[in-house]
């Protein structure tokens, strides 16, 4: 199970902290990713990160957002700052057991959280 938390509506410029609580499966194990659905849009990857703490992000978002994991925890984190109207969206964490260089893709995703909404106005 994943559960995203931390969506809300902010002011453009503004900030959220994105927090997504995995269980069930051995955390660790798997890579792990923020994607985004807008409004009449496709789920779009935006941020990705390795087993061994790498990350990737979309050029939407590069420079500010950043995705870290806490496997401790078990728990993978999405911090949005700057945020524009643009970045209004459902955000959902994901989780795929393989390496993959289409990290921004929905489709190598096996695990999926139910969304967290983030609304950020002008």
């Known amino acids: 199970e994943l559960v995203e938390s931390g969506g809300r509506s902010v002011q453009s410029g503004g900030s959220l902290k994105l927090a997504c609580v995995v269980s069930?499966?051995?955390?660790?194990?798997?890579?792990m990713g923020w994607l985004r659905r807008a409004p009449g849009q496709v789920r779009e990857g935006v941020a990705s990160?390795?087993?061994?703490?790498?990350?990737s992000y979309s050029d939407s978002v590069k420079g500010r957002f950043t995705i870290s994991r806490d496997n401790a925890a078990n728990t993978v984190y999405l911090e949005m700052t700057d945020l524009k109207p643009e970045d209004t969206a459902m955000y959902y964490c994901?989780?795929?057991?393989?390496?993959?260089?289409?990290?921004?893709?929905?489709?190598?995703?096996?695990?999926w959280g139910q969304g967290t909404q983030v609304t950020v106005s002008s």
């Open positions: 990160i390795e087993l061994d703490g790498t990350t």
């Open positions: 994901a989780a795929r057991p393989d390496a993959s260089n289409y990290q921004f893709d929905r489709t190598v995703y096996k695990y």
């Open positions: 069930g499966f051995e955390f660790s194990d798997f890579y």
